[in-house]
Nanobody, 114 residues
C-alpha cells in the first residue's frame, strides 16, 4: 500500500507562487511514475504535470512555462513549483502515483485570488 500526503496549498494573489509537496510512503517510490492533477468546482479532474521514473516530464498546455514538476527519490517526494498563478489555477490539487497500482492523495486546496 502507498500513502500520499500533499502539502503546500493555500491562498495566493494572482502572479504569486506556491510549491506543493507530495510525500509518499509504503513502497519503493522510485519505481512509480508520479503526477499532479487538479479539479476545480464543477469541472473534471485534469492532469497538470507528470514525471516518469527516469525524470521525463510532460505538462498541460495551460500551465506550460509556469509550473515545474520534480522528484527527489531519496526523500520519496514529488514537488510542483507553481509560478505566475492565475485565478483559473484555483482548484484542489491531487498527487498521483502509478506503480503496479494507482494511488491518490487527499488533495490540497490552491486558491488564487486578490
Amino acid at each position: 500500500q502507498v500513502q500520499l500526503v500533499e502539502s503546500g496549498g493555500g491562498l495566493v494573489q494572482p502572479g504569486g507562487s506556491l510549491r506543493l509537496s507530495c510525500a509518499t510512503s509504503g513502497r519503493d517510490f522510485s519505481i512509480c511514475a508520479m503526477g499532479w492533477y487538479r479539479q476545480a468546482p464543477g469541472k473534471q479532474r485534469e492532469l497538470v504535470a507528470a514525471i516518469t521514473r527516469g525524470g521525463s516530464t510532460n505538462y498541460a498546455d495551460s500551465i506550460k512555462g509556469r509550473f515545474t514538476i520534480s522528484r527527489v527519490n531519496a526523500k520519496n517526494t514529488v514537488y510542483l513549483q507553481m509560478s505566475s498563478l492565475k485565478p483559473e489555477d484555483t482548484a484542489v490539487y491531487y498527487c498521483n502515483a502509478r506503480c503496479i497500482n494507482t494511488y491518490w492523495g487527499q488533495g490540497t486546496q490552491v486558491t488564487v485570488s486578490s
